[in-house]
């Protein structure tokens, strides 16, 4: 609606903080991926590259192995998911411990979910929720740590207000930034950041931005956490199945378009779930103004 300002010229505008987001590789296969993704989106120079933490810790070593091969082969600056579900405040706290001695001092701190969808329930001797997990990593060492936020807001919520209470609970915890969950409706962001604002809300929250070309695997994945796909998006990518060169097409001037309309709204920092492929993320990095550092 009303709130979306005309772009402006591109020219003279800061370029934007942006970070990219992996998850940890199964197979060499993925990892030579991932690794050829990580170089390639390197010299883009982002603030940080996170690497996920599978369903209920089950990637812990796998996460711990990628995020330490990110500091020794790399100059960039890694993050490191940690969830606290289905584990107990010493097993958390000794991951965590493990992150600050090998000099990883970002952790994007998690509830996490139950295996197979089950109903939440803390474990007894755990951190029950990201807060007290934010809380508990502060005491640990000085980490730097973000957090997650729903725009949708979370499907276990009591209410909206009830979510943004909790977010405001991590931040005031501990944690310095928020990166939302994947969302496609720029004004429903918009109104997020309007009410997390008036809620006194002052860190930054980060679009999470999901570059789609698997259209089918990203609606499914949108039901189970939440964020509505607009009519308009699920209708661009209607019959296209079985023609990837215009789906990714599509998918570029989709993401294209949702981070312009944010940076014409004052957005400068930025998040991708780039699912460890380069390509559409580079590319919507260089329309946000980011240029590569031949040298990185
Ligand atoms: P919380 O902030 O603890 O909130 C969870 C729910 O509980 C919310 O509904 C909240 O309103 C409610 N709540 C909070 N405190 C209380 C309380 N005291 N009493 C009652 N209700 C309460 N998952 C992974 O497994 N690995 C990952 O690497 C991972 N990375 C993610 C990265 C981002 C940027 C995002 C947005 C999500 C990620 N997730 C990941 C998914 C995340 O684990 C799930 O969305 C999970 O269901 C909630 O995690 P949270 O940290 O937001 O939980």
Redesign the pocket.
């Known amino acids: 609606g009303e709130r979306i300002a005309p772009l402006p010229a591109r020219d003279g505008a800061a370029p934007p903080a942006i970070s990219f987001?992996f998850?940890p590789p199964k197979t060499e296969g993925l990892e030579a991926q991932l690794w050829h993704c990580i170089e390639r989106l390197a010299t883009l120079r982002p603030d940080f590259v996170?690497?996920?933490?599978?369903?209920?810790?089950s990637t812990q070593e796998r996460?711990h192995a990628t995020v330490l091969r990110i500091v020794k082969e790399t100059a960039l600056t890694p993050a490191a998911?940690?969830?606290c579900?289905g584990a107990t405040k010493e097993d958390v706290n000794a991951v965590a411990e493990r992150y600050w001695q090998a000099g990883v001092k970002h952790i994007?701190?998690?509830?996490?979910?139950m295996p197979g969808g089950a109903p939440?329930t803390p474990h007894p001797g755990g951190y029950?929720?990201?807060?007290?997990?934010v809380e508990g990593l502060k005491k640990i060492a000085a980490f730097e740590i973000?957090?997650?936020?729903?725009p949708e807001?979370?499907?276990?919520?009591?209410s909206p207000k009830?979510?943004l209470?909790?977010?405001k609970?991590?931040l005031d915890a501990g944690a310095t930034r928020a990166?939302?969950?994947?969302f496609f409706d720029n004004n429903i962001f918009l109104r997020f950041m309007d009410r997390a604002l008036a809620a006194g809300i002052k860190a930054p929250i980060v679009p999470?931005i999901l570059p789609v070309t698997n259209f089918n695997q990203a609606r499914k994945f949108c039901e189970a956490?939440g964020t509505s796909i607009p009519q308009w998006m699920a209708g661009m990518f209607e019959g296209l199945d079985d023609d990837v060169e215009t789906r990714r097409m599509v998918a570029a001037a989709v993401a294209a378009e949702q981070v312009r309309l944010l940076q014409a709204n004052g957005i400068d920092e930025f998040?991708f779930y780039t699912l460890n492929r380069p390509d559409l993320t580079y590319a919507i990095a260089r329309i946000l103004g980011v240029k590569p550092d031949p040298a990185a």
């Open positions: 987001e998850f996170s690497v996920t933490y599978g369903a209920g810790g996460t998911h940690l969830t579900v994007v701190a998690l509830r996490g979910d939440y029950a929720f990201a807060a007290d997990l973000s957090v997650a936020a729903y807001t979370h499907p276990q919520a009591a009830a979510d209470d909790n977010l609970r991590k990166i939302t969950q994947v999470g956490c998040h």
